[in-house]
């Protein structure tokens, strides 16, 4: 005689060790819960990102604390401050060095637009040379802002068909 | 003590002159003279430290376009100095390097070599401190834009990657742009008006 079954919630006696879900809902999930930073600070901006970083903000909550800095071993660069066309060559060459998958913030008017700085020796924009995918809006922008920007980046990347690439050889 | 040092450089060296100032006791030297001057106060009145080495560009029309300031202080006396020699050729200025008297000229040189082009003769070391070397202009000369002129970016790997250049910067409407009563600032910023990417017009991508 078969029984009904009247487990509502997941029982393990009963399924195994078995999740079911989607590739895409997990990769996603595994990357967006542990962002590793690239704190490329370059100005003003780079304090307040040290400031995410500390106690009081503690980016730790959103599972980005771990500012890595080797490009190796880091997901997203977070680009706070201005880029001097001196500077650019070797932001672009550290952008290169990352791993992918990878993703940019940029943080602040320098790095997103070369903010006040409308001069000979300032990069318009960090956007010239990386594809960002996130701006922060402020001058510098409030450690608030920032963490929204990472979760705003969080979404980003649970949106993403991920487990797709995975199937086919390059 | 200040009146004197001036009196006595001018009776020492000739064709220096007093120098209208505001503030310190200043004088106006020949530029074959300047090392000779420079050493005189450091060595006999106490001018023993170098507090700046700059200088002026008085405009493409000026007879003498270029003028090397220095600054100095004395530890003894607690007082400023400021001596100053006009460049003689307007083209390639030139002036000699005070770095085998104050090491500390070193990279006061090379920052108004790099910005505004004057060559210190003798200097151990002259390359650019700020721009990247190759830079073509010095960007603290008047004729130069404060936007900047379009060059290739200086790392030829970076620049075939991105395709990039270094455009002029967007000036109208700008923060240092100054034009009260003329435009509504909350459009103006951080857009300009006639160089600037918005929704309606893309953003240049080279």
């Known amino acids: ?170 | 003590m200040a009146t004197d040092i001036i009196a006595t450089i001018i009776a020492r060296f000739p064709g220096a002159a007093a120098r209208a100032s505001g503030d310190h006791p200043a004088v106006s030297v020949p530029a074959a003279a300047a090392p000779a001057v420079l050493q005189a106060v450091r060595e006999e009145f106490g001018y023993d430290f170098l507090v700046d080495v700059t200088a002026v560009d008085w405009g493409l029309e000026a007879a003498v376009r270029f003028t090397v300031v220095w600054h100095l202080f004395s530890t003894v006396a607690h007082g400023y100095l400021r001596v100053t020699a006009d460049c003689t050729d307007n083209a390639a200025p030139a002036m000699a390097s005070a770095v085998p008297l104050w090491p500390t000229a070193n990279w006061h040189e090379r920052e108004t070599f790099d910005l505004l082009g004057i060559t210190f003769t003798g200097h151990p070391d002259l390359r650019r401190i700020l721009m990247w070397e190759g830079y073509p202009y010095h960007p603290l000369r008047k004729d130069f834009p404060l936007a900047g002129i379009e060059v290739p970016l200086h790392d030829p790997e970076i620049a075939a990657e991105t395709g990039i250049t270094l455009i002029a910067a967007p000036m109208a409407g700008g923060p240092f742009v100054a034009s009260p009563g003329e435009m509504n600032l909350t459009e103006a910023e951080p857009r300009a008006k006639d160089e600037s990417w918005n929704e309606a017009s893309a953003k240049p991508t080279a």
């Open chain 1, 1 to 170: 005689m078969v029984s009904a079954n009247t487990e509502l919630a997941y029982n393990s006696k009963i399924e195994g060790d078995v999740v079911v879900s989607r590739a895409d809902a997990v990769i996603n999930w595994l990357r967006s819960s542990s962002l590793w930073p690239m704190p490329m600070g370059l100005a003003c901006c780079g304090i307040e990102l040290m400031a995410v970083g500390a106690s009081r903000f503690d980016i730790a909550r959103f599972g980005a604390e771990v500012m890595r800095f080797s490009p190796r071993q880091s997901d997203c660069m977070i680009v706070a401050g201005t880029v001097t066309y001196k500077m650019a060559p070797h932001v672009r060459r550290i952008y290169d060095q990352m791993a992918a998958p990878k993703w940019v913030i940029a943080m602040g008017a320098c790095a997103s637009s070369g903010g006040m700085y409308r001069s000979y020796a300032t990069l318009q924009g960090v956007d010239r040379i990386l594809p960002v995918d996130v701006y922060v809006s402020g001058c510098p922008p409030r450690p608030e802002a920032l963490l929204d920007a990472l979760i705003k980046m969080q979404a980003k990347v649970k949106r993403e068909p991920s487990a797709r690439g995975l199937l086919v050889r390059a």
